[in-house]
């Protein structure tokens, strides 16, 4: 590389992705390939203040992110000169409100995991029931989603009603937060989110793709606070002249689910994919027009690229699934790390007969049952901690079957394989066990980094990078493929006393502990 401007045509050129998540803050390059060129990742803490209570602290994660990026530069002795675009893909629903003068926030950030608005959601359901909103948003009313969260920090915390309707208080989910500091913070930052994170609010209008200002108001929510709605592959802004990406053109946001479905090539109706992270989630595309659920799936936007008409998936979001092996690990340290639970599990032949059900902030799809608490059952003496390990890993794909049994429902069409993506894809006896329990091939591709990929992709479309969603398609590959070996009794065996341990986590939390 000759590092002169007029000579970058000729010299590698890279997209940044980054990918703001749930437990960590990543920086990562890829090439015009789709390759990923280097990485840069730090942790951010995570805050239990209260029994269903998750927060994080916004100025540490921007301070990772900017770290990371700084690491994924220098690993790959390279600058902001050869980087032509920079897409951003987050953690959804974690709601951030700051003072637009000073950029501090007023409280820590309110994670999607939080239950502390059940009441407020039980407030606003007593009056048309938890689908009040569905068929303007295309959700239900739940904990999960970030309307509620932002009511609940003008509610509780001293002078932010007052702030929020005198202009002075902004609100955003972490893409915005790391928007709007990427491109100038106090100092001209850029107050935009993108329609999917937008459609998790509970206040866009799928139809629209804007603002509702009826439902915000049933909120209490100041329509001043919210950021403008752009598509997912625009130019929003540039990098602020003082920092590390000075010029650089921010031009994708996607939340991390739809980044990951648009990551895994998921363009057809019916394309779907299941993303194993601290949760799973489940998507299906299911193209320009909104399908609403029967069967307690979640309606959202997958994607807009540019002026093109907005393309709809139907989701099934479960709350625990990598953060259950977390809490196998630091809260009862079965396992020193995250990677011994497998040989730890593959060292027994099945679950022993116990069943765990991680309710930890209730039951997300399809459920929706903020009052269900985690159930381990079916303990006898028998049981050792390894098959607590196999029970653990074993969760998530029954909890994925559910979801899946739940989207064949909605859409009619049976799901004829299974892409997969996230930290737990590596888990060989998990994807196995997943096959086995859903019926349908399960499929891993070549690069499992798909949600920072999709909002690479998103960038570089924008920037002019790549062409379309036909590059993304002809780059994706399979790398590993997962076929069904169980038999079809021992399967549905398996599965019926999964949904019977479910039954055992309802209506746990009266009103006096919530």
Known sequence: MTGTDGDLMSEQRYVLAIDQGTTSSRAILFDHDGAIVSIGQHEHRQIFPRAGWVEHDPKEIWDNVREAIGQALSRANTNRRHIVAVGITNQRETTIVWDRHTGEPIYPAIVWQDTRTDRIVRRLAAEGGTHRYRETCGLPLATYFAGPKIAWILENVAGARERAEAGDLLFGTTDTWTLWNLTGGTRGGIHATDVTNASRTMMMDLSTLAWDPSIA?????????LPEIRSSSEVYGHGSADGLLAGVPICGILGDQQAATFGQACFAPGDAKNTYGTGNFLLMNTGTEPVFSSAGLLTTVAYQLGEQAPVYALEGSIAVTGSLVQWLRDNLALIESAEQIEELAASVADNGGAYIVPAFSGLFAPHWRPDARGALVGLTRFVTKAHLARAVLEAT????????????????VPLTELRVDGGMVGNDLLMQFQADVSGVDVVVPTITETTALGAAYAAGIAAGFWDGPEDVAAAWREQRRFTPQMPTE?????????????????????????
């Open 397 to 412: 794909a029954f909890q994925s079957r559910e979801v899946q049994e739940a989207m064949e429902a909605d859409s009619a």
């Open 490 to 514: 021992e399967r549905e065996r398996t599965y019926r006393l999964w949904k019977k341990a479910v039954t055992k986590t309802l209506d746990w939390v009266d009103d006096d502990v919530l």
């Open 217 to 225: 108001s049933d909120m209490g929510v100041p329509l001043a606070m």
